[in-house]
Nanobody, 127 residues
Framework: QVQVVESGGGLVQAGGSLRLSCTTPGRTISSYATGWFRQAPGKEREFVAGISWGGGATSYADSVKGRFTISRDNAKNTVYLELNSLKPDDTAVYYC????????????????????WGQGTQVSVSS
């Protein structure tokens, strides 16, 4: 079983920034296509951003384009999600997901495409 661990959530004011981290202890995260999803109370889980194996391709939801950035640091075995210009509508539990799929530029954007999920980290944005 692959463990996925998120960290970095918190409470910020509108316009502020946070950096979320995702790691797979004991596994090389660069071998996995990785994505971030979020789920607000009463809403379905939605795609936020994804990055391919090797980091050559990325994809973002329209609602976060230009504000959020997904990246990899293979030396630290970590995928990051930088959240800038945060809005109250960004308030949600943010989940990291991973799937072992190597040597491809494919970015996965649908929850069912991912095999492994973290427990989530809360991001709250006050107005």
């Amino acid at each position: 079983q692959v463990q996925v661990v998120e960290s970095g959530g918190g409470l910020v004011q509108a316009g502020g920034s946070l950096r979320l981290s995702c790691t797979t202890p004991g596994r090389t995260i660069s071998s996995y296509a990785t994505g971030w999803f979020r789920q607000a109370p009463g809403k379905e889980r939605e795609f936020v951003a994804g990055i391919s194996w090797g980091g050559g391709a990325t994809s973002y939801a329209d609602s976060v384009k230009g504000r959020f950035t997904i990246s990899r640091d293979n030396a630290k075995n970590t995928v990051y999600l930088e959240l800038n210009s945060l809005k109250p509508d960004d308030t949600a539990v943010y989940y990291c997901a991973a799937r072992l799929i190597a040597r491809t530029m494919l970015v996965l954007t649908i929850p069912s495409e991912y095999a492994y999920w973290g427990q989530g980290t809360q991001v709250s944005v006050s107005s």
